[in-house]
Protein backbone atom coordinates (compact mmCIF):
# COMPACT_ATOMS: atom_id res chain seq x y z
CA UNK A 1 0.00 0.00 0.00
CA UNK A 2 0.87 3.72 -0.71
CA UNK A 3 -0.19 7.07 -1.25
CA UNK A 4 -0.08 9.04 -4.58
CA UNK A 5 -1.06 12.31 -5.45
CA UNK A 6 -0.54 14.57 -8.75
CA UNK A 7 -2.08 17.06 -11.32
CA UNK A 8 -2.71 17.29 -14.44
CA UNK A 9 -3.52 21.02 -15.80
CA UNK A 10 -5.00 22.09 -19.14
CA UNK A 11 -2.82 24.67 -19.79
CA UNK A 12 0.86 24.72 -19.81
CA UNK A 13 2.17 26.94 -16.73
CA UNK A 14 3.29 25.97 -12.66
CA UNK A 15 3.12 22.83 -11.69
CA UNK A 16 2.96 23.79 -7.68
CA UNK A 17 6.13 21.25 -7.66
CA UNK A 18 6.98 22.66 -4.07
CA UNK A 19 3.03 21.92 -2.87
CA UNK A 20 3.40 18.38 -3.94
CA UNK A 21 6.53 17.95 -2.72
CA UNK A 22 4.50 18.68 0.79
CA UNK A 23 2.04 16.38 -0.30
CA UNK A 24 4.96 13.40 -0.92
CA UNK A 25 5.99 14.48 2.81
CA UNK A 26 2.65 14.07 4.74
CA UNK A 27 2.10 10.73 3.09
CA UNK A 28 4.51 9.56 5.06
CA UNK A 29 2.75 6.96 7.23
CA UNK A 30 0.93 5.34 4.05
CA UNK A 31 4.70 4.85 2.71
CA UNK A 32 7.21 5.03 4.54
CA UNK A 33 9.73 2.70 2.66
CA UNK A 34 10.50 5.40 0.02
CA UNK A 35 9.32 8.31 -1.84
CA UNK A 36 10.28 9.79 -5.57
CA UNK A 37 8.05 12.40 -7.94
CA UNK A 38 8.39 13.03 -11.82
CA UNK A 39 6.47 15.96 -13.65
CA UNK A 40 7.37 16.67 -17.63
CA UNK A 41 8.26 20.02 -17.10
CA UNK A 42 4.39 20.78 -19.31
CA UNK A 43 1.48 19.94 -17.66
CA UNK A 44 1.56 16.86 -15.54
CA UNK A 45 3.01 16.17 -12.04
CA UNK A 46 3.37 13.38 -9.61
CA UNK A 47 4.08 12.16 -6.69
CA UNK A 48 4.39 8.89 -4.39
CA UNK A 49 5.57 7.26 -1.34
CA UNK A 50 5.73 2.99 -0.86
CA UNK A 51 4.84 0.86 1.37
CA UNK A 52 7.00 -2.01 -0.21
CA UNK A 53 5.04 -5.03 0.14
CA UNK A 54 5.70 -7.32 -3.49
CA UNK A 55 9.64 -7.05 -4.57
CA UNK A 56 11.16 -4.61 -1.79
CA UNK A 57 13.69 -3.74 -3.82
CA UNK A 58 14.89 -0.60 -5.43
CA UNK A 59 13.24 -2.08 -8.67
CA UNK A 60 9.59 -1.55 -7.27
CA UNK A 61 10.29 2.51 -6.94
CA UNK A 62 7.47 4.10 -8.25
CA UNK A 63 6.61 6.07 -10.22
CA UNK A 64 7.31 3.36 -12.94
CA UNK A 65 7.97 3.74 -16.73
CA UNK A 66 8.02 1.29 -19.36
CA UNK A 67 10.71 0.42 -21.05
CA UNK A 68 10.43 2.53 -23.64
CA UNK A 69 9.58 5.64 -21.53
CA UNK A 70 6.42 6.40 -22.91
CA UNK A 71 3.61 5.56 -20.03
CA UNK A 72 3.86 6.03 -16.39
CA UNK A 73 2.09 4.32 -13.38
CA UNK A 74 1.23 5.29 -9.91
CA UNK A 75 -0.17 2.52 -8.21
CA UNK A 76 -1.47 2.45 -4.29
CA UNK A 77 -2.99 -1.53 -3.85
CA UNK A 78 -1.88 -4.82 -4.83
CA UNK A 79 -2.81 -7.04 -7.82
CA UNK A 80 -3.58 -10.81 -6.32
CA UNK A 81 -3.75 -12.68 -9.98
CA UNK A 82 -0.24 -11.30 -11.30
CA UNK A 83 -0.13 -15.24 -13.34
CA UNK A 84 -3.31 -14.02 -15.68
CA UNK A 85 -1.92 -10.59 -16.68
CA UNK A 86 1.47 -12.55 -16.94
CA UNK A 87 0.05 -14.86 -19.13
CA UNK A 88 -2.01 -12.42 -21.11
CA UNK A 89 1.00 -10.13 -21.74
CA UNK A 90 3.20 -13.40 -23.10
CA UNK A 91 2.84 -12.35 -26.65
CA UNK A 92 4.58 -8.84 -26.17
CA UNK A 93 7.87 -10.25 -24.81
CA UNK A 94 7.99 -7.58 -22.21
CA UNK A 95 11.77 -6.87 -20.75
CA UNK A 96 10.35 -7.26 -16.76
CA UNK A 97 12.91 -5.32 -14.39
CA UNK A 98 10.99 -6.27 -11.14
CA UNK A 99 8.47 -9.25 -9.81
CA UNK A 100 6.43 -6.51 -8.81
CA UNK A 101 2.69 -6.52 -9.34
CA UNK A 102 2.85 -2.80 -10.40
CA UNK A 103 5.65 -3.40 -13.20
CA UNK A 104 2.72 -6.40 -14.77
CA UNK A 105 -0.12 -3.22 -14.33
CA UNK A 106 1.69 -0.92 -16.21
CA UNK A 107 1.96 -3.20 -18.99
CA UNK A 108 -1.18 -4.59 -19.06
CA UNK A 109 -2.43 -0.75 -19.72
CA UNK A 110 0.00 -0.26 -21.91
CA UNK A 111 -0.54 -3.48 -24.32
CA UNK A 112 -4.30 -4.15 -23.30
CA UNK A 113 -6.21 -0.69 -22.43
CA UNK A 114 -7.83 0.78 -19.67
CA UNK A 115 -11.31 -1.31 -20.54
CA UNK A 116 -9.55 -4.35 -20.71
CA UNK A 117 -7.06 -4.45 -17.71
CA UNK A 118 -9.95 -3.46 -15.39
CA UNK A 119 -12.21 -6.04 -16.60
CA UNK A 120 -9.25 -8.40 -15.92
CA UNK A 121 -7.52 -7.61 -12.77
CA UNK A 122 -8.46 -8.90 -9.52
CA UNK A 123 -7.57 -6.35 -6.40
CA UNK A 124 -7.90 -3.25 -4.14
CA UNK A 125 -5.89 -0.33 -6.17
CA UNK A 126 -6.21 3.38 -7.01
CA UNK A 127 -3.92 4.50 -9.41
CA UNK A 128 -3.02 7.04 -11.98
CA UNK A 129 -1.81 5.83 -15.67
CA UNK A 130 -0.33 8.58 -18.33
CA UNK A 131 0.54 8.39 -21.75
CA UNK A 132 3.33 10.82 -22.27
CA UNK A 133 3.16 10.32 -26.15
CA UNK A 134 -0.68 11.40 -26.27
CA UNK A 135 -0.79 13.37 -22.77
CA UNK A 136 -3.50 11.45 -21.61
CA UNK A 137 -4.12 10.52 -17.92
CA UNK A 138 -6.60 8.17 -16.12
CA UNK A 139 -7.27 7.79 -12.84
CA UNK A 140 -9.41 5.07 -10.92
CA UNK A 141 -10.21 2.65 -8.62
CA UNK A 142 -11.16 -0.81 -7.68
CA UNK A 143 -14.58 -2.42 -8.02
CA UNK A 144 -15.63 -2.23 -4.25
CA UNK A 145 -13.70 0.79 -2.94
CA UNK A 146 -11.31 -0.54 -0.46
CA UNK A 147 -8.49 2.00 -1.99
CA UNK A 148 -8.98 5.89 -1.82
CA UNK A 149 -8.87 8.11 -4.49
CA UNK A 150 -9.82 11.96 -3.65
CA UNK A 151 -9.95 14.54 -6.88
CA UNK A 152 -11.13 18.08 -7.99
CA UNK A 153 -11.91 19.65 -11.36
CA UNK A 154 -11.77 22.97 -12.53
CA UNK A 155 -11.04 25.19 -15.57
CA UNK A 156 -7.36 25.05 -15.21
CA UNK A 157 -6.97 21.05 -14.33
CA UNK A 158 -7.52 17.76 -12.37
CA UNK A 159 -5.32 17.39 -9.11
CA UNK A 160 -5.86 13.53 -7.57
CA UNK A 161 -4.44 12.38 -4.16
CA UNK A 162 -5.12 9.93 -1.51
CA UNK A 163 -5.94 12.09 0.92
CA UNK A 164 -8.51 14.26 0.41
CA UNK A 165 -6.52 17.22 2.21
CA UNK A 166 -4.22 17.28 -0.77
CA UNK A 167 -6.76 18.71 -3.01
CA UNK A 168 -8.80 21.43 -0.81
CA UNK A 169 -5.29 22.76 0.02
CA UNK A 170 -4.46 22.59 -3.71
CA UNK A 171 -4.46 26.90 -4.81
CA UNK A 172 -6.96 25.60 -7.23
CA UNK A 173 -9.72 24.67 -4.83
CA UNK A 174 -7.77 25.95 -1.47
CA UNK A 175 -10.49 29.07 -1.66
CA UNK A 176 -13.96 27.44 -2.86
CA UNK A 177 -16.51 27.38 0.02
CA UNK A 178 -18.59 24.15 1.27
CA UNK A 179 -20.91 22.09 -0.74
CA UNK A 180 -23.89 22.50 1.67
CA UNK A 181 -25.77 19.77 0.60
CA UNK A 182 -23.13 17.59 1.70
CA UNK A 183 -23.12 18.99 5.30
CA UNK A 184 -26.01 17.27 5.94
CA UNK A 185 -25.32 13.92 4.91
CA UNK A 186 -22.13 13.89 6.05
CA UNK A 187 -24.34 14.46 9.30
CA UNK A 188 -26.67 11.89 8.03
CA UNK A 189 -24.36 8.69 6.86
CA UNK A 190 -21.70 9.45 9.28
CA UNK A 191 -18.88 10.11 6.23
CA UNK A 192 -18.20 12.14 2.89
CA UNK A 193 -20.17 9.73 0.15
CA UNK A 194 -18.33 9.13 -2.85
CA UNK A 195 -19.13 11.06 -5.85
CA UNK A 196 -19.30 14.26 -4.03
CA UNK A 197 -17.00 16.29 -1.71
CA UNK A 198 -18.13 18.87 1.02
CA UNK A 199 -15.57 21.49 -0.27
CA UNK A 200 -17.22 22.77 -4.08
CA UNK A 201 -15.46 21.17 -7.27
CA UNK A 202 -13.66 18.39 -5.60
CA UNK A 203 -15.11 14.75 -4.88
CA UNK A 204 -14.03 11.53 -4.28
CA UNK A 205 -14.12 9.00 -6.89
CA UNK A 206 -16.89 6.17 -6.80
CA UNK A 207 -15.44 2.57 -6.43
CA UNK A 208 -15.95 0.83 -10.13
CA UNK A 209 -15.29 3.81 -11.93
CA UNK A 210 -12.48 5.71 -13.51
CA UNK A 211 -12.11 8.81 -14.76
CA UNK A 212 -9.97 9.63 -18.77
CA UNK A 213 -8.55 13.14 -18.59
CA UNK A 214 -7.84 14.38 -22.33
CA UNK A 215 -7.58 17.41 -24.10
CA UNK A 216 -9.16 19.89 -21.87
CA UNK A 217 -11.74 17.67 -20.40
CA UNK A 218 -12.26 14.94 -17.95
CA UNK A 219 -15.03 12.01 -18.80
CA UNK A 220 -15.84 9.70 -15.69
CA UNK A 221 -16.86 6.01 -16.90
CA UNK A 222 -18.55 2.56 -14.72
CA UNK A 223 -16.93 0.21 -15.17
CA UNK A 224 -18.25 -2.17 -12.60
CA UNK A 225 -21.20 -2.03 -10.83
CA UNK A 226 -22.24 -4.53 -8.04
CA UNK A 227 -25.46 -6.06 -10.34
CA UNK A 228 -28.85 -6.20 -8.53
CA UNK A 229 -29.36 -9.73 -10.81
CA UNK A 230 -29.16 -13.15 -9.08
CA UNK A 231 -28.36 -16.87 -10.69
CA UNK A 232 -29.59 -18.99 -7.40
CA UNK A 233 -29.84 -21.91 -9.57
CA UNK A 234 -26.36 -22.59 -10.32
CA UNK A 235 -25.07 -24.07 -7.39
CA UNK A 236 -21.53 -22.67 -6.28
CA UNK A 237 -19.08 -24.33 -3.24
CA UNK A 238 -18.58 -21.08 -1.10
CA UNK A 239 -16.03 -22.77 0.92
CA UNK A 240 -13.58 -23.92 -2.24
CA UNK A 241 -14.29 -19.79 -3.43
CA UNK A 242 -13.52 -18.19 0.01
CA UNK A 243 -10.82 -20.42 0.84
CA UNK A 244 -8.85 -19.70 -2.71
CA UNK A 245 -9.51 -15.69 -1.88
CA UNK A 246 -7.14 -16.15 1.20
CA UNK A 247 -4.52 -18.07 -0.62
CA UNK A 248 -4.19 -15.57 -3.27
CA UNK A 249 -4.15 -12.80 -0.89
CA UNK A 250 -1.68 -14.12 1.23
CA UNK A 251 0.83 -13.71 -1.07
CA UNK A 252 3.26 -10.90 0.14
CA UNK A 253 7.25 -10.43 0.60
CA UNK A 254 6.56 -9.26 4.09
CA UNK A 255 4.94 -10.62 7.72
CA UNK A 256 1.19 -11.43 7.13
CA UNK A 257 -1.10 -11.75 10.06
CA UNK A 258 -4.96 -11.11 10.36
CA UNK A 259 -7.43 -8.94 11.98
CA UNK A 260 -9.91 -11.32 13.84
CA UNK A 261 -12.57 -9.57 16.04
CA UNK A 262 -14.60 -13.32 17.36
CA UNK A 263 -17.25 -12.65 14.93
CA UNK A 264 -17.98 -14.94 11.85
CA UNK A 265 -16.24 -13.32 8.93
CA UNK A 266 -12.60 -12.50 10.40
CA UNK A 267 -12.48 -15.75 11.98
CA UNK A 268 -13.21 -17.69 8.55
CA UNK A 269 -10.54 -15.91 6.71
CA UNK A 270 -7.95 -16.70 9.91
CA UNK A 271 -8.79 -20.28 9.95
CA UNK A 272 -8.56 -20.63 5.74
CA UNK A 273 -5.22 -18.80 5.82
CA UNK A 274 -4.21 -21.20 8.63
CA UNK A 275 -4.25 -23.94 6.42
CA UNK A 276 -1.78 -22.30 3.90
CA UNK A 277 1.10 -21.34 6.84
CA UNK A 278 1.40 -20.94 10.31
CA UNK A 279 0.24 -16.90 10.81
CA UNK A 280 -0.64 -14.54 13.58
CA UNK A 281 -3.89 -13.39 14.16
CA UNK A 282 -4.75 -10.13 16.20
CA UNK A 283 -7.71 -9.30 18.87
CA UNK A 284 -8.82 -6.11 20.46
CA UNK A 285 -10.83 -6.60 23.24
CA UNK A 286 -13.35 -3.38 24.33
CA UNK A 287 -14.30 -2.34 28.07
CA UNK A 288 -17.57 -3.10 27.29
CA UNK A 289 -18.63 -6.91 28.00
CA UNK A 290 -21.84 -6.58 25.68
CA UNK A 291 -19.46 -5.97 22.96
CA UNK A 292 -16.18 -7.80 24.11
CA UNK A 293 -15.87 -10.97 21.90
CA UNK A 294 -12.08 -11.55 23.22
CA UNK A 295 -12.74 -14.54 24.81
CA UNK A 296 -14.48 -15.51 21.52
CA UNK A 297 -11.74 -14.88 19.59
CA UNK A 298 -9.60 -17.02 21.69
CA UNK A 299 -11.71 -20.15 21.65
CA UNK A 300 -11.34 -20.00 17.93
CA UNK A 301 -7.34 -19.15 18.59
CA UNK A 302 -7.11 -22.62 20.55
CA UNK A 303 -9.42 -24.82 18.07
CA UNK A 304 -7.62 -23.36 14.83
CA UNK A 305 -4.00 -23.51 16.28
CA UNK A 306 -3.42 -19.74 15.76
CA UNK A 307 -0.68 -17.88 16.76
CA UNK A 308 -2.96 -15.21 19.05
CA UNK A 309 -2.08 -11.69 20.41
CA UNK A 310 -4.58 -9.87 22.18
CA UNK A 311 -4.73 -6.61 23.66
CA UNK A 312 -7.74 -4.65 25.61
CA UNK A 313 -8.16 -1.26 25.34
CA UNK A 314 -8.73 0.74 28.35
CA UNK A 315 -10.98 4.33 28.75
CA UNK A 316 -7.05 5.62 29.48
CA UNK A 317 -5.76 5.24 26.10
CA UNK A 318 -8.78 7.79 25.05
CA UNK A 319 -7.85 10.52 24.48
CA UNK A 320 -4.59 9.61 22.56
CA UNK A 321 -7.07 7.86 20.19
CA UNK A 322 -8.65 10.59 19.68
CA UNK A 323 -6.23 12.60 18.56
CA UNK A 324 -4.63 9.95 16.16
CA UNK A 325 -8.25 9.68 14.63
CA UNK A 326 -8.08 13.76 13.71
CA UNK A 327 -5.02 12.94 11.87
CA UNK A 328 -5.71 9.95 9.95
CA UNK A 329 -8.92 10.85 8.52
CA UNK A 330 -8.04 13.93 6.20
CA UNK A 331 -11.80 13.97 4.92
CA UNK A 332 -14.54 13.92 8.43
CA UNK A 333 -15.21 10.82 9.95
CA UNK A 334 -17.62 10.15 12.49
CA UNK A 335 -17.66 6.27 12.97
CA UNK A 336 -16.28 6.14 16.39
CA UNK A 337 -15.29 2.08 16.19
CA UNK A 338 -12.07 3.94 14.25
CA UNK A 339 -10.26 4.38 17.45
CA UNK A 340 -10.17 0.69 18.09
CA UNK A 341 -9.19 0.14 14.61
CA UNK A 342 -6.33 2.40 15.19
CA UNK A 343 -5.16 0.84 18.11
CA UNK A 344 -5.52 -2.78 16.95
CA UNK A 345 -3.81 -1.52 13.70
CA UNK A 346 -0.93 -0.56 15.42
CA UNK A 347 -0.83 -3.37 17.29
CA UNK A 348 -0.62 -5.59 14.27
CA UNK A 349 2.38 -3.80 13.06
CA UNK A 350 4.37 -4.07 15.50
CA UNK A 351 4.77 -7.97 14.49
CA UNK A 352 3.35 -7.69 10.62
CA UNK A 353 3.26 -4.94 7.68
CA UNK A 354 0.33 -7.05 5.96
CA UNK A 355 -3.05 -7.74 7.37
CA UNK A 356 -6.25 -9.70 6.06
CA UNK A 357 -9.58 -8.78 7.24
CA UNK A 358 -13.24 -9.99 7.51
CA UNK A 359 -14.96 -7.10 5.93
CA UNK A 360 -17.76 -7.33 3.61
CA UNK A 361 -19.41 -10.80 4.88
CA UNK A 362 -22.09 -8.74 6.33
CA UNK A 363 -22.92 -6.82 3.31
CA UNK A 364 -23.00 -9.49 0.71
CA UNK A 365 -24.91 -11.90 2.94
CA UNK A 366 -27.66 -10.02 4.69
CA UNK A 367 -25.86 -10.24 8.00
CA UNK A 368 -26.96 -7.47 9.69
CA UNK A 369 -29.84 -7.58 12.25
CA UNK A 370 -31.55 -4.35 10.12
CA UNK A 371 -31.52 -6.80 6.97
CA UNK A 372 -33.75 -9.10 8.56
CA UNK A 373 -36.10 -6.35 9.79
CA UNK A 374 -36.35 -4.51 6.66
CA UNK A 375 -37.85 -8.11 5.18
CA UNK A 376 -40.63 -7.92 7.87
CA UNK A 377 -41.44 -4.22 6.08
CA UNK A 378 -41.82 -5.01 2.61
CA UNK A 379 -45.60 -5.38 2.37
CA UNK A 380 -45.93 -3.00 4.70
CA UNK A 381 -44.88 -0.01 2.27
CA UNK A 382 -46.77 -1.90 -0.77
CA UNK A 383 -50.31 -0.73 0.95
CA UNK A 384 -51.28 3.10 0.81
CA UNK A 385 -49.41 5.86 2.42
CA UNK A 386 -52.63 6.88 4.43
CA UNK A 387 -53.09 2.94 5.75
CA UNK A 388 -49.70 2.97 6.84
CA UNK A 389 -49.32 6.37 8.81
CA UNK A 390 -52.98 5.05 10.55
CA UNK A 391 -51.00 1.71 11.21
CA UNK A 392 -48.10 4.17 12.86
CA UNK A 393 -50.41 6.26 14.80
CA UNK A 394 -51.63 2.54 16.73
CA UNK A 395 -47.97 1.67 17.46
CA UNK A 396 -47.02 5.01 18.67
CA UNK A 397 -49.83 4.69 21.56
CA UNK A 398 -49.12 0.98 22.46
CA UNK A 399 -45.27 1.39 21.90
CA UNK A 400 -43.94 4.63 22.08
CA UNK A 401 -41.06 4.28 19.59
CA UNK A 402 -40.62 7.48 18.42
CA UNK A 403 -37.44 6.95 16.56
CA UNK A 404 -39.39 4.03 14.63
CA UNK A 405 -41.73 6.21 14.30
CA UNK A 406 -40.18 8.91 12.64
CA UNK A 407 -38.51 6.21 10.40
CA UNK A 408 -41.91 5.32 8.75
CA UNK A 409 -43.69 8.43 8.69
CA UNK A 410 -41.74 10.36 6.47
CA UNK A 411 -40.79 7.49 4.06
CA UNK A 412 -42.88 7.35 0.87
CA UNK A 413 -41.41 3.99 -0.03
CA UNK A 414 -39.32 1.21 1.37
CA UNK A 415 -36.13 2.37 -0.67
CA UNK A 416 -36.59 5.54 1.46
CA UNK A 417 -37.17 3.93 4.64
CA UNK A 418 -34.09 1.50 4.09
CA UNK A 419 -32.00 4.86 3.45
CA UNK A 420 -32.90 6.02 6.82
CA UNK A 421 -31.48 2.46 8.71
CA UNK A 422 -28.25 3.29 7.36
CA UNK A 423 -27.95 6.65 9.22
CA UNK A 424 -26.26 7.56 12.31
CA UNK A 425 -28.16 7.81 15.62
CA UNK A 426 -29.38 10.61 16.18
CA UNK A 427 -29.79 11.99 13.18
CA UNK A 428 -33.39 11.22 11.56
CA UNK A 429 -34.43 12.66 14.39
CA UNK A 430 -32.35 16.07 15.04
CA UNK A 431 -31.06 16.43 12.00
CA UNK A 432 -33.97 18.54 10.42
CA UNK A 433 -33.67 21.05 13.78
CA UNK A 434 -30.66 21.73 14.01
CA UNK A 435 -29.91 21.90 10.17
CA UNK A 436 -30.29 24.99 8.13
CA UNK A 437 -30.00 22.88 4.19
CA UNK A 438 -32.51 20.19 3.79
CA UNK A 439 -30.68 16.82 3.53
CA UNK A 440 -29.90 15.72 -0.12
CA UNK A 441 -31.56 13.30 -1.92
CA UNK A 442 -30.96 9.93 -1.02
CA UNK A 443 -29.97 7.98 -4.14
CA UNK A 444 -27.03 10.13 -5.36
CA UNK A 445 -25.16 7.33 -5.86
CA UNK A 446 -27.85 4.77 -6.55
CA UNK A 447 -29.71 6.11 -9.94
CA UNK A 448 -30.70 2.67 -10.91
CA UNK A 449 -32.34 2.60 -7.65
CA UNK A 450 -35.73 3.85 -8.54
CA UNK A 451 -36.10 2.11 -11.90
CA UNK A 452 -35.51 -0.91 -10.20
CA UNK A 453 -37.75 -0.92 -7.30
CA UNK A 454 -40.75 -0.01 -10.06
CA UNK A 455 -43.45 -2.09 -11.00
CA UNK A 456 -44.40 -5.46 -8.78
CA UNK A 457 -41.07 -6.75 -7.32
CA UNK A 458 -40.74 -10.11 -4.90
CA UNK A 459 -38.99 -10.44 -1.62
CA UNK A 460 -36.37 -11.39 -3.42
CA UNK A 461 -36.14 -8.37 -5.64
CA UNK A 462 -36.54 -5.85 -2.64
CA UNK A 463 -33.91 -7.58 -0.94
CA UNK A 464 -30.97 -7.91 -3.34
CA UNK A 465 -31.71 -4.00 -3.69
CA UNK A 466 -31.05 -3.91 0.03
CA UNK A 467 -27.63 -6.12 -0.24
CA UNK A 468 -26.66 -3.36 -3.68
CA UNK A 469 -27.43 -0.46 -0.48
CA UNK A 470 -25.45 -2.02 2.03
CA UNK A 471 -22.38 -2.77 -0.62
CA UNK A 472 -22.98 0.34 -1.94
CA UNK A 473 -23.63 2.84 1.19
CA UNK A 474 -22.73 1.09 4.41
CA UNK A 475 -19.65 -0.93 2.99
CA UNK A 476 -18.26 2.21 1.84
CA UNK A 477 -18.08 3.73 5.14
CA UNK A 478 -16.12 0.69 6.89
CA UNK A 479 -13.49 0.81 3.62
CA UNK A 480 -12.80 4.09 4.75
CA UNK A 481 -12.41 3.21 8.46
CA UNK A 482 -10.04 0.62 7.77
CA UNK A 483 -8.28 1.76 5.02
CA UNK A 484 -7.44 5.51 7.34
CA UNK A 485 -6.94 3.55 10.53
CA UNK A 486 -4.57 0.81 9.41
CA UNK A 487 -2.58 3.42 6.79
CA UNK A 488 -2.10 5.56 9.49
CA UNK A 489 0.30 2.91 11.21
CA UNK A 490 1.67 1.97 7.73
CA UNK A 491 -0.38 -1.70 7.95
CA UNK A 492 -1.87 -3.04 4.45
CA UNK A 493 -5.14 -4.66 4.99
CA UNK A 494 -6.82 -7.14 2.10
CA UNK A 495 -10.04 -8.08 2.35
CA UNK A 496 -10.94 -11.55 0.77
CA UNK A 497 -14.13 -11.20 1.03
CA UNK A 498 -14.27 -8.61 -1.87
CA UNK A 499 -12.36 -10.35 -4.30
CA UNK A 500 -13.74 -10.60 -7.78
CA UNK A 501 -14.65 -14.55 -7.38
CA UNK A 502 -16.36 -13.67 -3.79
CA UNK A 503 -18.32 -10.56 -5.45
CA UNK A 504 -19.50 -13.26 -8.27
CA UNK A 505 -19.92 -16.00 -5.82
CA UNK A 506 -22.29 -13.90 -4.03
CA UNK A 507 -24.60 -13.81 -6.88
CA UNK A 508 -25.67 -17.39 -6.08
CA UNK A 509 -27.05 -16.59 -3.02
CA UNK A 510 -30.58 -14.86 -2.46
CA UNK A 511 -31.51 -13.82 1.58
CA UNK A 512 -33.64 -17.10 1.82
CA UNK A 513 -30.44 -18.90 1.89
CA UNK A 514 -28.80 -16.42 4.42
CA UNK A 515 -31.64 -15.58 6.69
CA UNK A 516 -32.99 -18.41 8.25
CA UNK A 517 -35.04 -18.12 12.33
CA UNK A 518 -34.42 -14.20 12.00
CA UNK A 519 -30.53 -14.61 11.99
CA UNK A 520 -28.48 -13.86 8.77
CA UNK A 521 -25.51 -14.75 7.01
CA UNK A 522 -26.52 -18.59 7.68
CA UNK A 523 -24.37 -19.91 5.11
CA UNK A 524 -21.46 -18.44 6.48
CA UNK A 525 -22.39 -19.41 10.13
CA UNK A 526 -22.84 -23.16 9.12
CA UNK A 527 -19.11 -23.23 7.59
CA UNK A 528 -17.66 -21.55 10.22
CA UNK A 529 -19.39 -24.49 12.47
CA UNK A 530 -18.49 -27.23 10.73
CA UNK A 531 -15.26 -26.19 11.32
CA UNK A 532 -15.23 -24.68 14.68
CA UNK A 533 -18.40 -26.83 15.88
CA UNK A 534 -21.72 -25.14 16.69
CA UNK A 535 -21.35 -23.92 19.84
CA UNK A 536 -19.10 -20.97 18.81
CA UNK A 537 -19.97 -21.07 14.84
CA UNK A 538 -23.93 -19.99 15.99
CA UNK A 539 -23.11 -17.61 18.93
CA UNK A 540 -24.97 -14.21 18.50
CA UNK A 541 -23.21 -11.44 16.49
CA UNK A 542 -21.45 -8.37 19.33
CA UNK A 543 -20.51 -5.99 16.82
CA UNK A 544 -16.90 -4.04 17.71
CA UNK A 545 -17.87 -0.71 19.57
CA UNK A 546 -17.03 1.65 22.55
CA UNK A 547 -18.96 3.06 25.51
CA UNK A 548 -19.01 7.08 23.34
CA UNK A 549 -22.39 8.16 24.36
CA UNK A 550 -20.75 7.93 27.99
CA UNK A 551 -17.47 9.34 27.25
CA UNK A 552 -18.99 12.45 25.86
CA UNK A 553 -21.16 12.84 28.95
CA UNK A 554 -17.94 12.71 30.83
CA UNK A 555 -14.38 12.61 29.89
CA UNK A 556 -14.87 14.38 26.35
CA UNK A 557 -17.86 16.57 27.49
CA UNK A 558 -16.13 19.99 27.90
CA UNK A 559 -13.58 19.65 24.61
CA UNK A 560 -16.70 18.55 22.62
CA UNK A 561 -18.84 20.66 23.72
CA UNK A 562 -17.03 23.75 23.12
CA UNK A 563 -15.55 22.96 19.67
CA UNK A 564 -19.41 21.98 18.42
CA UNK A 565 -20.52 25.70 19.63
CA UNK A 566 -17.88 27.58 18.64
CA UNK A 567 -17.34 26.22 15.18
CA UNK A 568 -15.95 28.58 12.73
CA UNK A 569 -18.73 30.76 11.08
CA UNK A 570 -18.19 28.98 7.62
CA UNK A 571 -19.89 26.00 9.18
CA UNK A 572 -22.03 27.36 12.00
CA UNK A 573 -23.54 29.34 9.24
CA UNK A 574 -25.35 25.91 8.39
CA UNK A 575 -26.69 25.06 12.05
CA UNK A 576 -28.98 26.64 14.15
CA UNK A 577 -27.02 27.12 17.48
CA UNK A 578 -29.68 26.96 19.73
CA UNK A 579 -31.25 23.61 18.87
CA UNK A 580 -27.94 22.78 18.51
CA UNK A 581 -27.33 23.69 22.35
CA UNK A 582 -30.95 21.82 23.41
CA UNK A 583 -29.30 18.44 21.58
CA UNK A 584 -26.15 18.45 23.36
CA UNK A 585 -27.70 19.35 27.06
CA UNK A 586 -30.20 16.52 26.47
CA UNK A 587 -27.25 14.20 25.48
CA UNK A 588 -25.56 15.05 28.27
CA UNK A 589 -28.26 15.21 30.54
CA UNK A 590 -28.93 11.23 29.13
CA UNK A 591 -32.42 12.37 28.31
CA UNK A 592 -31.70 11.69 24.43
CA UNK A 593 -29.39 8.69 23.10
CA UNK A 594 -27.49 10.93 20.00
CA UNK A 595 -23.67 10.60 20.89
CA UNK A 596 -23.08 9.31 17.48
CA UNK A 597 -24.36 12.66 15.83
CA UNK A 598 -22.32 14.32 18.42
CA UNK A 599 -19.45 12.84 17.69
CA UNK A 600 -20.16 13.70 13.82
CA UNK A 601 -20.57 16.95 14.58
CA UNK A 602 -17.26 17.16 16.49
CA UNK A 603 -15.24 15.58 13.96
CA UNK A 604 -16.25 17.79 11.19
CA UNK A 605 -15.42 21.07 13.49
CA UNK A 606 -12.06 19.29 14.37
CA UNK A 607 -11.39 18.54 10.57
CA UNK A 608 -12.20 21.87 9.24
CA UNK A 609 -9.65 22.77 12.29
CA UNK A 610 -6.73 20.18 10.97
CA UNK A 611 -7.27 19.84 7.87
CA UNK A 612 -9.81 22.43 5.98
CA UNK A 613 -7.85 25.71 6.38
CA UNK A 614 -4.50 24.92 7.77
CA UNK A 615 -1.73 24.34 5.53
CA UNK A 616 -0.09 20.48 4.90
CA UNK A 617 1.46 19.44 8.05
CA UNK A 618 3.01 16.47 8.81
Not at 103 to 113: K, S, T, V
Not at 443 to 449: A, E, V
Amino acid sequence: MCGLAGAYYFKKGDLHTGYFLQCMDTMQRRGPDDQHYWQNNKNFITVFRRLAIRDTSTHGRQPMFTACGNYCISFNGEIYNTETLRNRLQPYAIPYHSTSDTELLLYALRYLGIKETLAIIDGIFAFAFYDLQEDRLWLARDRMGVKPLYIGICGDGVVYSSQYNHIIQHPFFSKNGYNEKIISLYLFLGYMPEGEGLIRETFYLPHGHYLEVAKGKATQYTYYDYPFEVNPREKIDLEKTLATSVKEQLISDVPVGTFMSGGIDSTLVSYFAQQETALKAFTIGVPDPRYNELEIAQQYAEKFRLQHFTRNITEGELKNLVEAHVQAFTEPFADYSSLPTLLLSAFAKEQVTVALSGDGGDELFWGYPRNEKALQFIYFYQSARAGRRLRLLWEKLRHNKTTELLRHWNAPSFLHYYFTTLSITGALRWLPMISEVPIAEPYFLLPDLQRQAAGNLSDIDFMQIVRKMEMDLHLQRILVKVDRASMYHSLEVRVPFLSNAMLDASLHFTHTDCIKNKTGKMNLRNLLSEKAGPELGMLPKKGFTIPMDNWLRHELKTEVHEKIMNMPARLLQYFNKEKLSCMLQLHAADKQQCGWLVWALYTLSRWDDAHHRNNLTH
